[in-house]
């Protein structure tokens, strides 16, 4: 069973930068592919940035490209999402999810397991 904690989260001013992590335990996120998901009240999770497994290839939602940036350390078995100039729109909680398939998916449902997500306010 694959347990994974987010943390980073906080209140940051328009325009400034916050780090999440996802550590794992019970597994190796070297042999997941790792996503991360917002969600924003009366919302459903979306993804927003990834890693593959296999290739260690990142993905970004458009919205996204050229702000954040996603990594992982398999020393640590963490993955982190770096947001810089973070916008309003940028609120929300934020969630890390592995899933064992190669592919990375926008589907909440090809993930197998999530943590407990992390709060980001962004204020103007």
């Known amino acids: 069973q694959v347990q994974l904690v987010e943390s980073g989260g906080g209140l940051v001013q328009a325009g400034g930068s916050l780090r999440l992590s996802c550590a794992a335990s019970?597994?190796?996120?070297?042999?997941?592919?790792m996503g991360w998901f917002r969600q924003t009240p009366g919302k459903g999770r979306e993804i927003v940035a990834g890693?593959?497994?296999?290739?260690?290839?990142?993905y970004y939602v458009d919205y996204v490209k050229g702000r954040f940036t996603v990594s992982r350390d398999n020393a640590k078995n963490t993955v982190y999402l770096q947001m810089n100039s973070l916008n309003p729109e940028d609120t929300a909680v934020y969630y890390c999810?592995?899933?064992?398939?190669?592919?990375?998916?926008?589907?909440?449902?090809?993930?197998?397991?999530w943590g407990q997500g992390t709060q980001v306010t962004v204020s103007s």
């Open positions: 890693i593959r497994w296999h290739s260690g290839s990142p």
């Open positions: 999810a592995a899933s064992r398939s190669p592919y990375l998916s926008s589907s909440t449902s090809s993930y197998d397991y």
């Open positions: 019970g597994g190796t996120i070297s042999t997941y592919s």
